[in-house]
Every structure is written in C-alpha cells, then in structure tokens.
C-alpha cells in the first residue's frame, strides 16, 4: 500500500511539474486583453506601429519559437517548437530542463525534457520511461482546458486562457495595455533588421480588469516588455522580466519562420493518461 501511495504521489508530481513548466514556457504573463493603462501616454507613431505588428503577427497564424524562461531559483528551462493560432493554439514544443529545484525534481522523476503538443481542446505532455513504467506503460499526460478551468477556483480558468493564447502579439498587447512604451532604435537580431520598443507595465495604473487581476494574483507589482519588429511589422524577439511571489522572473524568446506548416497530431488514446485521474488517485479532484 505504501509503495502505491508513494508512485501515485511521484505520478502527480510529474503531471503538475509538467503543467506548470509549459504554462512558463507559453507565456511569462496572462493572455492580455485591451485594457488600456488608465495614464496611458504612448506616443501616436509608438501606438500605430504596435498595432501593425499585433495585426501581421496575428494574420501569421504560426511560427517557430526559440525560448528561455527562468523563475527564481525554481525553474530554468528551455523551448523549441513550432505554434499556430489560426483556430486556437495548436502545436509541438519541446522543453528542457536545464537547473533549479523544477529540473532536478524531474531528474528524479527520469527525465529533464519532454515534448509538449497543444491541440485545440487539451495539452499533452510526454514524460519519460520512468513514469510510464509507473503509469501502466503510458508516456502522455492530458491536460483538458476546460477541466483545467474547473480547478483551484479563479486561477484554472487563467491557466486554461494562458496555454490556450500563446500566440506571439501577446506581448506587443502587453505594451499597448502598459501606457508606458517607446521607441530604443534600430538594431540587428540575428543579422535581421529591427526596431526595437520598451515599456513597463505597472499593475496600480492598469484600467480595472482581467490582466490586473492575473498580475496582481501571481504577486506581480510591474513587469518589464523589450520586443523587436522587423521590417515585415512581424516580431521577432521579445524579453519580458519581472517578480512573482515565487521570485524573479525572465524570458526572452525569438520568432522566425512565419507561415510555417504546423500540423500536431493526438498521443494514441491508450498511452495516454489523463490530468484529473492522476488527481482522483492522490483525492486531490472530485469524481465526475
């Protein structure tokens, strides 16, 4: 009995690590809405040119992402994918854990990468052999968005919204939202032609609304935005830093291949295990 216990605890752990880390990977911050900052002040030629990027990035539909993210001295990670978000988020990432308490908690676990794939109605994580061995020989974990909503109250239906809306512009959208945002100049990213903006966004001068109420749940107080626009109006870097309750955080992530053919298929339904099973094991979710 213990030693059951003790797997379904290690197979829980794995599946909430996994979550956690590509909600980190996705986005450093929550989906953004246009909630203007309420002393917005950005210049009219600063505004028009973010919003000709929000717009060509968005009618992209996909890219290949390059990413790092650290989060105090709990996560350091990598990613390198392809996302589409034509019809929702759709496509295949693979992360790797490169320090903090996160990677060595998965290495224990047996593994320090794994390759995610967000389809429109769920995102699938697989783990390595040692959860399978422990899992009944299956690799997948599921994570529906809309059971994902169903948890932790307030902060499931954020998480649900943050991997369902990866797409690039969110932080040209967290610009615009900042009021505070300008132009750096012209510089080269990786020998390619940019401009380069920078803004901060402070929580106390975000209008009332779904973005101040994210931030100000993660224990965020401002948050830094420094993106790069090329000559086609499309992004290609971004580097956003801030502080959570759970300590510093920075990413910075690269965008190329705009237009890339993104096709993601469905784990096979029996090397698949699901989210909230793992949970009803440890009495952590309710039965349906």
Known sequence: MKSTTVRHAALTAAAVLALSATAACTSSGPSVR?????????PAAVTTALRGAERSTERAESARVRS???????????????????????????????????ADLM?????????????????????????????????????G????????GGSGADLKNQMRSTTPNQSVKLLLASGDVHEVGEEKVRG???????????????????LRKQLTEA?????????????????VKKIERGRTASG?????????????????????????????????????????
Do not use: C
Not at 75 to 93: E, F, H, P, Q
Not at 111 to 126: G, I, K, Q, V
Not at 145 to 152: I, K, Q, S, W
């Open 248 to 288: 510093a955080y920075t990413q910075t992530a690269y965008y190329s291949d705009y237009g890339v053919r993104v096709s993601t298929a469905r784990p096979p339904a029996g090397d698949t295990e699901d989210f909230r099973q793992l949970l009803r094991k440890q009495g952590l979710a309710p039965e349906a």
């Open 68 to 102: 790092t993210t650290t989060l105090g001295s709990e996560l350091s990670m990598t990613a390198d994918g392809v996302l589409a978000w034509s019809d929702g988020s759709t496509g295949t990432v693979t992360i790797t854990y490169t320090s903090g308490t996160t």
């Open 219 to 235: 224990g965020v107080d401002s948050e830094s935005v420094d993106i790069w626009v090329n000559d086609r109006d499309l992004l």
């Open 34 to 42: 246009d909630e203007p900052s309420r002393n917005a002040t950005v």
């Open 107 to 143: 290495r224990r676990l047996g593994t320090t990468s794994m390759e995610a794939r967000y389809l429109p109605d769920a995102y699938y994580a697989r783990m390595g052999e040692k959860f399978a061995r422990q899992a009944g020989g299956r690799h997948w974990i599921r994570y």
């Open 192 to 210: 390619e032609h940019t401009t380069h903006y920078a803004g901060t966004v402070r929580v106390a001068d975000l209008a009332a609304g779904e």
């Open 145 to 152: 968005y809309d059971e994902l909503a169903g948890l932790g």
